[in-house]
């Protein structure tokens, strides 16, 4: 995905230097994101590429360059260039990390590009003029509210959380907030980070060392592929099920064929980029206002509405 | 006892063998009753199988690795090669099956890739090494990029996953198991003891020590330098794509996420083991011994809560250098307790 994003930006700087004279009427959006490391980042990518290829097709005057990055240093060079190479109108950007990226999204503001900030928040809100984001607090209240109408006091849970990260704090500390009072005990967490080989291991831990687990909530759905292999190697997949997270196309499917060690999924879509470029994009298409701050909602998917989330083309 | 300690570099050459030797394995038993004191799960036979199977592919990567550091060489390419065969192989047996539809063939056409890849791939780190005379920190660093890349590309960003038909019929290489020893842990048993034989009882192996302890004198007695540093480039290569053989049916997917830092740790296994890093001296038990540490270690913080989980990575830190002190240190210690 980054070698095809390359020869994009190759393609797109030669047509800019072929067609500069003519084309100054064109608005430039440039989208900065990270590279597709992992399932999460690789459907982001691929989402963007979508959003790009349509509103480039809908929008003539509208041209749009994505950046991916591989950590926040090259994040804020990637930043720099878009405004003094391709002298960008406007950024889409989804930040590495929150604190190392204020001050080169601020430089950017500076240069008089209009800001959209997706997915993970600078710590000075007022540089952005659009916020996009899933909701970590609400993805973390709806996966506690559906292992609680499924188990009863006294029933045991563990927990597979991320990389230790803002992100994965807020989901935390919801979902423990949620679970609170309701007589179930979390018997542990370890980190998995975000990696299904972590996953399967830490399960195949959690396993030999409980005898009596009830549920897993695996907040990522890369995690969860591996708890359920570890579940099934232990053969003890009568006794428990899986939450996961994100709404990645393998689970989806698992969830409409009505899979009961995966029985549901809560939705934190990569697919968020896309509505970022939309909106910034119809900063300048729009007649009506655009900025102000949009968060998204993490529902609940399960067997019934989980048509309206497949995306069997995603790589994700 | 103290004047000889004192007398230089070269002690004894019986005793800095055996401490070496006994460094790790002293280490890996205070793990495991560390291990125990934690939590006696530890010692239960699915954990000890559980560490076993894991500690396989690092294992055996690692004793292709003791091979190149011992020749004065070094592999960083190894975990993005074992992702990026990892891949290619998911995605020629999901052909396979497209094209024949899923039989025991498919999977064999997918370990035969995977072998020729592994070889290939070592073969261009040695050739590269040896022939263009580059030196291979870079070769390796640019190669783990390529493969990385390569991989990414080939998934889309996504994940490559394996075909329902084939992942049937693949499954049980990771999951089944003979005499109660998982299959997985058989090749590395394997793949170890053809290893120690290679090393210790072969002209290879000692040619691979004379070239990492003093590569111009290695030339002039007439060894094949270039041919036998190569030979051990392509030997890593073929550990990593028997790793990846047997690691590809655990979750049937490979993604840029796959064998990230297993270079590293891979090394870490073969200096742990008493291996040299600067080359010349080679240990393959000592290799086995460094992987079984390194898998302890992330399973016994998994089995424990005492330990808060943001400090994991310092406690791994904490136990990589002190087992290396073990077989160093242990030296001067030793003697001096031997002379009380």
Redesign the interface.
Known sequence: MSLKAIALGLLATSALVGGAVAQDEKIKIGVSIPAATHGFMGGLNWHAAEAEKRLEAAHPNIDLVIVTADGPEDQASDLEDLVSVQQIDALVVLPFESEPLTEPVRAVKDAGAFITVVDRGLTDPTIQDIYVSGNNTEMGVNSAEYIKSRLNEGDNIVILRGIPTVLDTERFDAFMGAMEGSGINVLDDEFANWNRDDGFEVMQDFLSRFPDIDAVWAQDDDITLGVVEAIKQAGRESEMFVVGGAGMKEIIKGVMDGDALVPVDVLYSPAQIATAMDVTVAHYTSNGPVTGTYILGAPLITQENAEEFYFPDSPF | MSVSAHEGAKPARGLRIDFKTLGPLLALILLVILGYLL?P?FL?E??IT?ILT?SAFIGIIAVGATFVITAGGIDLSVGSMAAFIAGVMIIVMNWAVGAMGASLWTVLFGIGCSLILGVGAGFINGFLTTKAKIEAFIVTLGTMGIYR?LV??F?????L?LATGARDIYRPVY?DSFLRIPYPVWVFILVAIVGWVLMNRTAFGRYCMAIGSNEHVARYSAIKVDRVKTATYILQGLCVSLATIIYVP??G?A????GVLWELEAIAAVIIGGTMLKGGFGRVGGTVIGALILTAI??I???T?IIS??L?GAVQGVIIVAAVYLQRGSLRTGRKKAAE
């Open positions: 939590n799960l239960g699915g954990n559980n894991r890349s990414t590309y998934a889309d960003g996504g994940t996953s999951y655990r979750l997917s993604s840029a996420a796959t992330g399973n913080l998994n089995l809560e989980n943001y994991n």
